[in-house]
């Protein structure tokens, strides 16, 4: 009916007209009267018609009557219900309809053993069909009736009451991929051998993506199998490697030791001896071992050597050369091949995750290296972030959005004090996704803050304004469910 009256309004009249036939025979005959109406032209009864059906579609319709439909009541809750504060702290989280303060919502009052009021069932399980991330917590505050309610509408019946083997094995690809990740976190040999017993039915895109999510908690235990895979898909291979080179007692691993082992010895009087005449098997090629050297003041066999000693634990140089940690590094800083060297033993204790390697290589380090330091205690990686984000600003700003807690203080108002000066490159849109990593202290130091270009102090006011908004909500949250 209405796409007619759309079609019509496009073609106009001239073209093509509405007859009584297209509408409902509520409205045939007022339709009737209204084009048996000669005083109007073409055009205008053509609008009657329109106002008259706009009118009929914004009258509703009357419920079906089918008493055949079995409808039981839903069953009983058994959890108790969230108090009001938290109920007006998750309306003004839908209100500014931001995904990170309703999951914080969601995850505090699944923690606290609560359930949403059933009033707010309906937009929550709305809210968690586009947002497939949330669909469990969703269902878990949802209670009963939340369940009662789902098998009411196809859209909201998401699987929450799988079990991950279950979701794992009639999953989707996306569902499949997060089990993995959830049981590589917490059961890292169980999800080895889910994935095992399913991989000659995976394709070659699933067997890439399950294989990166494997570099969660790999260890020894996970050898065997990685090196037992014959793969031919390039891509496949390459995750392969990526894996073996991550474990110290792969066969890899240990042959990039036995080259170092040559070309790398001590000398007299702390110094090193390094020879570039290294024996390459074609093995270490294929391994990803890049053979040109991208770096403007290495050779390539200075090069290959830079990538073999990032890829091999740096504790093992300590029995290697007979000394300690600051003594192995003191060799290598003295020499003038050798330092070029420090940032390969940066990457590799990132590697093998030695955090006491780490804590001394970084203390000095003048790079900053976002992909290691996660390794590190949380006050320390904020330490070497804050000393070095004059340097690297973009850079730390890029690790920090990439962190799940929430900033140090101090770091934070650095990082705040930045943005204020450049006000249009990190928009409410940035403090939209990352509000639950703002301290809620911050808010009393936005006003000292404020850009010294008086260009500026109109758009970083009105950005500390939201800020402080959104802090606002999630302190709120925080505080529903003490």
């Known amino acids: 009916m209405w796409n007619n009256i759309i079609n019509t309004a496009l073609l106009g009249t001239g073209k093509k007209q509405l007859s009584p036939a297209e509408l409902p025979t509520d409205l045939a005959t007022v339709a009737a009267t209204i084009m048996e109406d000669r005083s109007l032209d073409a055009e205008t009864q053509f609008l009657h018609i329109a106002a008259v059906v706009l009118n009929y579609r914004?009258?509703?319709?009357?419920?079906?009557?089918?008493?055949?439909?079995?409808?039981?009541?839903?069953?009983?809750?058994?959890?108790?219900?969230?108090?009001?504060?938290?109920?007006?702290?998750?309306?003004?989280?839908?209100?500014?309809?931001?995904?990170?303060?309703?999951?914080?919502?969601?995850?505090?009052?699944?923690?606290?053993?609560?359930?949403?009021?059933?009033?707010?069932?309906?937009?929550?399980?709305?809210?968690?069909?586009?947002?497939k991330r949330i669909r469990h917590l969703t269902m878990a505050v949802c209670g009963k009736r939340g369940q009662w309610l789902s098998n009411m509408n196809a859209d909201w019946q998401f699987p929450f009451a799988l079990s991950n083997e279950d979701r794992w094995q009639t999953g989707s690809a996306e569902d499949r991929r997060q089990v993995l990740q959830e049981m590589r976190q917490s059961y890292p040999g169980t999800g080895r051998e889910w994935l095992m017993q399913t991989w000659t039915q995976e394709n070659t895109s699933a067997r890439t993506e399950f294989l990166k999510i494997m570099r969660t908690n790999i260890g020894e235990d996970d050898l065997r199998w990685l090196e037992s895979l014959q793969e031919k898909n390039q891509k496949v291979k390459d995750e392969i490697w990526a894996l073996l080179k991550q474990i110290p007692a792969s066969f890899i691993v240990q042959t990039y030791w036995q080259i170092l082992q040559q070309a790398v010895s001590r000398g007299a009087k702390q110094s090193l001896q390094i020879s570039l005449q290294l024996p390459l098997d074609k093995i270490i090629i294929d391994s990803g071992i890049a053979t040109l050297s991208n770096e403007k003041h290495l050779s390539e066999e200075a090069?290959?050597?830079?990538?073999?000693?990032?890829?091999?634990?740096?504790?093992?140089?300590?029995?290697?050369?007979?000394?300690?940690?600051?003594?192995?590094?003191?060799?290598?800083?003295?020499?003038?091949?050798?330092?070029?060297?420090?940032?390969?033993?940066?990457?590799?204790?990132?590697?093998?995750?030695d955090a006491a390697w780490l804590r001394l290589l970084l203390a000095t380090s003048t790079t900053f290296y976002p992909d290691v330091i996660p390794l590190l205690p949380a006050a320390e990686q904020e330490e070497y972030a804050l000393r070095l984000f004059p340097a690297y600003p973009q850079d730390v700003i890029n690790y920090l959005s990439n962190r799940t807690e929430e900033w140090g203080l101090?770091?934070?108002?650095?990082?705040?004090?930045?943005?204020?000066?450049?006000?249009?490159?990190?928009?409410?849109?940035?403090?939209?996704?990352?509000?639950?990593?703002?301290?809620?202290?911050?808010?009393?130091?936005?006003?000292?803050?404020?850009?010294?270009?008086?260009?500026?102090?109109?758009?970083?006011?009105?950005?500390?304004?939201?800020?402080?908004k959104l802090i606002s909500c999630k302190v709120q949250i925080a505080n529903a469910f003490k």
Request: net charge negative; with cysteine.
């Open 58 to 131: 914004q009258s509703g319709v009357s419920a079906e009557q089918n008493s055949g439909v079995p409808l039981s009541a839903a069953p009983p809750e058994e959890k108790p219900y969230c108090n009001k504060a938290a109920i007006y702290a998750l309306q003004d989280a839908l209100d500014m309809d931001l995904l990170p303060l309703v999951n914080y919502w969601l995850e505090a009052c699944y923690d606290k053993g609560r359930i949403v009021v059933p009033e707010y069932i309906p937009v929550l399980l709305e809210t968690a069909v586009s947002q």
């Open 303 to 353: 090069y290959i050597l830079f990538q073999l000693v990032g890829s091999v634990p740096p504790s093992w140089w300590e029995s290697h050369f007979s000394a300690d940690k600051e003594e192995v590094i003191t060799l290598f800083q003295n020499d003038d091949l050798g330092k070029r060297f420090i940032p390969a033993l940066i990457l590799a204790a990132g590697r093998f995750k």
């Open 410 to 468: 101090n770091l934070t108002g650095e990082v705040l004090k930045w943005m204020a000066r450049n006000p249009y490159q990190y928009t409410r849109n940035f403090f939209d996704k990352h509000v639950l990593q703002l301290p809620p202290a911050i808010t009393d130091e936005l006003d000292k803050l404020t850009p010294e270009e008086p260009a500026y102090h109109g758009t970083w006011r009105n950005t500390s304004d939201h800020i402080r």
